[in-house]
């Protein structure tokens, strides 16, 4: 059987957890802001769903809910553990290269003006500050609230963030000297 991919390993993770119904699925991708980083969609979750069912990855049973209404609930088969458990081993075992839209505009970046150039790395920048402030308060609240490694989802990308800005910062030294 082929390796999941990263969507799978969101949703999968997600049923490592109990089983759930899809509405519960996204409503929990909703308030963990998991699109912040995966790139789970709700249209992407019954379809994975589906998928990963007919791959025995996930079973599926029907429950009445306390309401008396139907509920496919979904849940992960013992195949789909250790596919899972492989795959978080994969991730958190080997660096792999995320693309950077910015790399886009710096490779085309000869079709600005100097001033351009400036006013957008300006901007750029403030930008950052902004995904900084919003990720600091999300790390106060993450300390106040859960585990360690769910902490590290805002921690780790604060560290990228101000890597981020002290490269923009150069490179706009380095870009008015030339």
Known sequence: ??????????????LSEKPMHAYEIEKVI??????????????????????????????SEVRLNPRNLAQKVYALTPAGRKALVARV????????????????????????????????FKRYEASLDTMIEGYGKLKAYLEANCPLPNIQLAVRPLFLLKAEKQWARQFMREYRRK
């Not at 792999?96 to 505009?105: E, G, I, K, M, N």
């Open 1 to 14: 059987m082929k390796a999941i991919n990263d969507l799978e390993t969101a949703l999968m993770g997600l």
């Open 30 to 59: 909703v308030e963990r802001d998991m699109r912040y980083w995966t790139a789970i969609s709700m249209s992407s979750v019954y379809k994975l769903l589906r998928k990963l069912e007919k791959e025995g990855r996930v079973k």
């Open 89 to 120: 081993t994969q991730l958190v075992s080997e660096w792999t290269r995320p693309l950077w839209p910015v790399d886009l505009a710096l490779s085309n970046l000869r079709l600005l003006g100097g001033r351009e150039v400036a006013g957008c």
